[in-house]
């Protein structure tokens, strides 16, 4: 059986992955629904795909600011099992459930997606899921869109270079009452 991947970003109306600016943590916008919804999806069981960039900057955030001090739902996420696609990290890693593995992103991915019991989800690694998309190995499109236009401060545009696809929606939902999370199937346009 082939584990489902979920390629899981936040972004802004505009697109962005993230801000310079003084917005603060998702723009801001952040309701109880959001961070309920968050936390019904992080203690699923599954497997963490990261990129280095991506894993080194939770790393980095964890340390600044302590686990127990990040919304609950970023600490079940750390607690998840995980595996970093690197070709220059190296162990040990501060993560509990954490391993290394060298190697394209595809390659990686694809073997992941035939050995593993557990469903796969990335949340970021945006230059790594562009390719995985690209490659065909990403099932799922979880868009959580946030009610913010960032052009002047906007960072990180989440589908920049990518290929072109066609979107079939399986879910949505708005929460908080401005927020959209978007739920969906990826097919590689001819």
Same mark, same amino acid.
Do not use: C
């Given at each position: ?8 970003? *936040? ?13 603060? %943590?998702?723009?801001?916008?952040? %309701? ?59 162990? $040990? ?25 557990? $469903? ?9 899921? @562009? ?19 960032? %052009? @002047? ?11 072109? *696809? ?7 939902? /708005?929460?908080?009452?401005? /927020? ?5 199937? $990826?097919?590689?346009?001819?």
């Amino acid at each position: 059986m082939t584990a489902t991947y979920t390629f899981d970003v *936040f972004s802004s109306l505009d697109g962005y992955g993230s801000h310079t600016g003084d917005w603060g %943590g998702y723009w801001g916008k952040q %309701g109880p629904e959001l961070l309920a919804r968050r936390l019904e999806l992080y203690g699923e069981g599954q497997r963490m795909v990261f990129g280095k960039t991506t894993f080194k900057d939770s790393v980095e955030m964890f340390a600044e600011f302590g686990v127990e001090n990040l919304d609950p739902w970023v600490a079940l996420m750390r607690n998840l099992p995980a595996t970093v696609v690197s070709t220059t990290l190296r162990g $040990p890693l501060d993560w509990p459930d954490a391993t290394v593995i060298s190697g394209d992103a595809v390659d990686v991915v694809a073997r992941l997606k035939k050995e593993s019991d557990a $469903p796969l989800r990335s949340h970021g690694s945006l230059a790594m899921n @562009r390719a995985l998309m690209a490659a065909g190995l990403v099932d799922r499109v979880q868009l959580t869109v946030f009610p913010a236009l960032t %052009g @002047r401060t906007g960072a990180a545009r989440i589908f920049e270079g990518a290929e072109d *696809f066609d979107l079939e929606l399986l879910e949505s939902r /708005t929460l908080d009452g401005n /927020t959209q999370e978007l739920i969906y199937r $990826p097919t590689r346009h001819p």
